[in-house]
């Protein structure tokens, strides 16, 4: 049995931009939603084995200013999947967090940009193959793309607080504030 939790969005801007219903939302289908989700499956999960996919973000390895509920959300994900894998292993279950950097899908829209911001990345078939490779080989967590690992490996190793700063910085070199549609 597979159980992909997949569902998510974010949002950009300072807190809690760009409106807390909207914010509050996105905890419910970032978080509250594979929760529940993987709970009422767990016990048909136990019977029959199976694996649980969470699709967290490269996101969730740091605290990442002007997407602060995103994030963190994803950081929630990434953390609980590899805490369940390994209390779930000896029921026969596996549970991987994949963590992929920016995917070419309509996020940006959803998140409150008027157009692409370029950030482009991965296809969505580049990062399901690796994910499934990843899945596949029973690592409780699968970073898609080359650069994304770099950037996991350096950001998990910083300070919360240096993490936190550069992330600021990095985004606003970046300039997405650009792209948000204007109300």
Not at 109 to 123: D, E, I, R, V
Not at 139 to 156: C, D, E, Q, Y
Request: glycine letters at 10%.
């Amino acid at each position: 049995m597979l159980l992909v939790n997949n569902s998510g969005f974010g949002a950009y801007g300072e807190f809690p931009a760009p409106g807390i219903d909207h914010t509050l939302k996105m905890v419910d289908v970032n978080v509250r939603a594979p929760v529940e989700l993987t709970g009422r499956l767990w016990d048909e999960l136990k019977v029959r084995g199976g694996m649980v996919a969470n699709v967290a973000s490269l996101a969730g390895f740091q605290p990442t200013p002007l997407m602060t509920t995103y994030a963190a959300s994803k950081s929630f994900l990434l953390d609980w999947s590899v805490a369940l894998d390994a209390e779930a292993k000896r029921h026969g279950i596996r549970c991987v967090a994949v963590c992929p950097g920016p995917v070419s899908t309509n996020f940006s829209k959803a998140a409150g940009f008027a157009s692409s911001t370029g950030l482009g990345g991965q296809t969505a078939d580049e990062c399901a193959d690796e994910a499934v490779r990843g899945m596949a080989a029973r690592r409780p967590v699968v970073i898609t793309g080359w650069k994304h690992k770099i950037l996991a490996l350096f950001s998990a190793r910083l300070p919360k607080a240096w993490a936190a700063a550069i992330g600021l910085r990095m985004i606003q070199r970046l300039r997405l504030d650009r792209f948000v549609k204007k109300a």
